[in-house]
């Protein structure tokens, strides 16, 4: 389990998050909601030891946040944030090496992948000349080859044809199976809704609902009375998908 016990996060005299405090348990995927600019961002760099914490604990199976083997936990960014000026055959192998996986363990997990991302079509070519559904999609494979136990997705559907969002999105269902602990951060919330467990929902730099989801909730309902409202890129996303049905 990972805990975050009243953590709080000051820049100057702003005071940006707020006695933040909740839980995360193995199997489960967990909705992190909330408009731009309520602390979402800032938590997740302080959960991953990326930026320090004003006070308050994080713990992993009881083990303080120094002490944390952050190899086995993977943030899969929006901006796809992969070495631009590598080859992809350069970054898989560099992955591989870092990670000290042997040659059976790489053999296997690339013949699973290769249904993901058929990276040795991309071997030689360098990341920053892929497409941005590409690189998402590279980024998803080191996932995948890494096997983490921990992965804080941001955004992961956006931007991608519906091909690839149901690649990732069955992608996040067996990570789910194999006992991660999975964190969605989007504002594609009814792309994502059948995967989720539980929501928490920030506001003004505080958690402000923490509750498992039902499948019969409305997400538009636990906005509405748990944040400032919907934002604009809430809102276009939710028409665009109710005007796809």
């Excluded at 044809?161 to 999975?182: A, G, W």
């Excluded at 505080?206 to 636990?222: A, G, L, R, V």
Aim: net charge neutral; hydrophobic share 35%.
């Amino acid at each position: 389990m990972l805990k975050i016990d009243r953590v709080n996060k000051k820049f100057k005299n702003k005071e940006v998050l707020r006695d933040i405090s909740f839980s995360l348990e193995k199997g489960k995927c967990y909705g992190l909601f909330g408009n731009n600019g309520v602390g979402k961002t800032t938590l997740t760099k302080i959960i991953f030891n990326e930026l320090n914490r004003t006070s308050g604990e994080i713990y992993l199976d009881n083990i303080e946040q120094k002490n944390i083997d952050f190899k086995e936990w993977y943030f899969f960014t929006e901006n796809n944030e992969l070495p631009n000026d590598i080859s992809v055959q350069n970054f898989i192998e560099l992955l591989v090496n870092l990670n000290s996986l042997s040659k059976d363990e790489y053999k296997n997990r690339m013949e699973y992948l290769s249904s993901i991302f058929d990276a040795k079509k991309f071997w030689k070519i360098k990341i920053k000349n892929l497409s941005a559904g590409q690189k998402k999609l590279l980024s998803l494979y080191a996932c995948m080859l890494l096997k983490p136990k921990i992965i804080f997705f941001d955004e992961p559907t956006a931007n991608l044809d519906i091909k690839n969002k149901e690649i990732i999105l069955n992608v996040i269902k067996k990570l789910k199976s194999e006992n991660t602990i999975i964190v969605i951060i989007t504002h594609l919330i009814l792309e994502v809704q059948e995967l989720i467990d539980h929501i928490l929902m920030m506001d003004n730099g505080q958690i402000t609902y923490d509750s498992n989801f039902k499948k019969n909730d409305d997400i538009n309902e636990i906005f509405s009375k748990y944040s400032s409202g919907l934002s604009d890129d809430v809102k276009n996303s939710l028409e665009e998908y109710l005007n796809e049905k």
